[in-house]
Every structure is written in C-alpha cells, then in structure tokens.
C-alpha cells in the first residue's frame, strides 16, 4: 500500500490544512513495525514534498531494520542448544557432572547426546532374601497364637518348604537291635543322635537314608552326663559329592513360646515312610536341655529339633511325664565338645549307657501312658529275666513306670550288678520278676 492510499484509509486528504498535518505530525509513532513507518510518512506527505517523503520512508526503513536485528541479538537461545562440551581427560571416568540449570535446552542436549552417564559402581551381590522384607508368616511366628485361618496357613505353608530341605537330612540308626534318629550335619558325614543310640564308641552300624536307602558307619564319641552322641557314615555318597547336612543353629538364645520342629522316626523306622516331621513351641530352654511339647515316641530319639528357620537347635533325648513334654538336647553342648566326640571319647555320667553302663536290653514304645516293650536283644539282662515282646513294665525296683523315657532314667541310676524287681503286664495276666543288671557292651 502506498502513502496516498494510507492516507485516504485514515480519512485524511493531501490538500488537508497546515494545522491538521502538524497535529498529525505530533502523533507519537509506534515502536517496531513498517505498518508505524507508513503511517508516520502518510501524516507527512502533505507538509513536505514527495522526494523529501520517500526520502525519510526509506531512512525509517533502514532504522527499524537495524533495531530488530538488535532485538533478536537480545533474545535467549531458545532454538539453538549449545554444543555439549567435551568431558575433560582429567575427570574420573563415568562420572556425571550435574547440569547448571534445569532448562528445555539442556533436556534437549542430552535428549539428543543419548543417555546421561552413569557414575561406576563395584559389582555387588544380590540382596540376601527375607533380609529386609520377611515373609508374612514371621507376623505369625512372633504372636501368642495364630488368629485366623489365614494365620493357619501361613504356618502350613512354611513347615512343608522347611519339610523340603530338613527331611533328606534326617536318618534311621540301628545299632544291633537299637532303633533310633541322627541328623547328617557335615558334608564329610558326620552325625549328630542322642548318647543312649550311639552307645559305645568304634561299633558298626547302619543309617537309613530319608529315601530308604542305607550305609554303613561307625558310632564316635558320647557324654552320657546329657546323652549327646556322634556317628560318621563310612560308606560313600550313593548320589556322589557331599552329604546332604544341616546347618547348626545357637540354642543359647532361644526363648520360651519358640515356635520349632521335630523330627525322626518314631517307632522305628519304617519302609516307605519318610521321617515324620512334627510341629510344636518350646517349654523351657536350659543350657543342658530344652523341653519342647513336639510330640515324641520311641524311634525319635537322636532326631534332630529345628528352628523355624531350618537349623538345628537340639537333639531329641527322651520324653518327659507326657508325649508332649520331651527333653532335647541343646546343639550348642555338641558344638563346644565336638573334638571330643570326634575322637570316640566316652564321658560323663552313666544315665543313659555307654560302653560299661548299665544295660537292660530292651527297647520300649515311648507312649505318655505306657511303657511297652518293642524289641528284646537275645542273651540280654532283660532276655533272661524273661521280658517278652508286647509286655509292659508297670513297676522298677517297687517304684511305678510311666513310659519307657523314665524307665531309661531308672536303669542309669543302677550299677551293673545289681538285682532289681520288676512287674510286668502280660495281656491280662501281672506278673513278677527279677532282673540283674548287665554292662553294656563295649
């Protein structure tokens, strides 16, 4: 659009009067823009001629042209990220030095220089499971009781995984005619069982594997003063490699109200039956036995007593005036006299046998209520005294049985030699007899 048509657009003419153009003239301009410089040459045009107009257009022109370029040499960088920079070869190696300032054109330059550069870390080991986040289920090891059905289980759950790894570590024992539990705690096959299976030291016997197999060891040490005994398996691993073995757990710090486990093979073991795993809390721990109310019977003995985190804590010994009162003995005793027990020592009191104790011969059902008679060893004290199998002892020396673990307390107090009475029941019949106690076989 030309200046005379500008003007014409504004209402103005080019024969308007003096006054109006220098009124006109005394508009201020505005700032920035060819659309203000037409406008301003529009109001001139009348007051000087056309050449000195086009003059001053072309001069405005060229001074708004110079003042944009100024204002764009002021504006910010927006469109134009800087160029990263070279890391210096003096910096440590992968290291990530924090942006000046959290602007769009710094996301855009390592937007586009790819991900930011990780500081060096050494290589650490995964985190130990349950280290900082337990399972649910120890919110229901540490409450009086379980509340709920889903508290119940929880603790179903747990025993049959803990069932999983504590089983193939439990044994069978059998010396001579002895049945009884052990426990593989070494990868080399030693066995923890309670003094009064292993007996006498360097006598052979046999150990059934959780999956019915069998080998061949040799009993080791006993402190017949708590009933602790060794065994080590002599025969090779069947599967090769190492035994499958627990690991000792501390039984210093158990508590009262523990939840634990116990197991073995009560009764004996029998074919096709895996140790039997039971479930129970502790009564009383000591420094010399624990009482748990896990239940036991006969064949339990040597087994092994498990905290709720699969180590063992305890032997299985005997039980006490019920089936759920039973004696255990602490791991930290085998611990502190393993060398000992190692080296086929016999030590400690006579209570429950040992090579020159005293000896019966005999081995009883371990019912809270009774003491049956399961096995009878040929030519023994009780054999010709004339014990049979099935009888049940109701009285030693005139004091009353319960079951066979207070019988096995009466007999250690004995001294080989001595005559003691005892009666028996016979299906209806009562009948009386005599006994003489034997040494136990060396």
Partial sequence: MNCRARVRAIGGSPGQTIGNQ?????????????????????????????????AFVVLLGMALSFGA??????????????????ESPQAPPHYAAPAPRA????VARFVDDGPAPQASEPDLPPPAPRATEPPPVYDVLVKANPEGVRDLRLLQEHV??????????????????????????????????????????????????????????????????????????????????PWPHAEMGNSERLERGQW?????????????????????????????????????????SGGPLWDMEGRVIGINSRIGGSLTQNIHVPVDTYRETWTRLAKAEIWGGN?????????????????????RVTIVVPDSPAAKAGIKVGDVIKSFGGDGVKNFGQLVEMIGRRKVGDKVAIEIARGEESIKLELEIGRRPG
Avoid: W
Wanted: glycine share 18%; net charge positive; charged share 20%.
């Fill in 260 to 300: 634990c486990l116990a197991t073995g093979h009560p009764g004996g073991y029998q074919r096709g039956r895996a140790p039997v795993v039971r479930l129970g809390r502790i009564l009383t721990p000591r420094d010399t036995e624990i009482t748990t109310d896990c239940t036991l019977v006969g064949g339990d």
């Fill in 160 to 241: 049959r995984e803990l069932s999983t790894r504590i089983v193939p570590c439990t044994v069978g024992i059998a010396v001579g005619a002895a049945q009884g539990s052990g426990v593989l705690i070494s990868a080399d096959g030693y066995v923890l069982t309670a003094g009064h299976v292993s007996g006498a030291a360097n006598r052979s016997c046999m150990l059934i594997l959780h999956d019915g197999r069998v080998v061949r060891g040799k009993t080791l040490g006993a402190n017949n003063g708590i009933d602790s005994g060794m065994i080590k398996i002599t025969d090779p691993n069947p599967d090769g490699g």
């Fill in 351 to 371: 209570q429950f046998g040992g090579g020159g104790g005293p000896f019966v011969g005999i081995v009883g059902e371990e019912r809270a209520d009774s003491c």
């Fill in 22 to 54: 220098r009124r006109a003239a005394q508009t201020s301009v505005p700032r920035g823009g060819e659309k203000g410089g037409c406008r301003m040459a529009s109001r001139l045009c009348g007051s000087v001629g056309r050449p000195f107009a086009l």
């Fill in 103 to 106: 602007t769009e054109p710094d």
């Fill in 69 to 86: 370029k100024a204002h764009a040499g002021d504006a910010p960088r927006a469109t134009e990220p800087e160029a990263p920079q070279a």
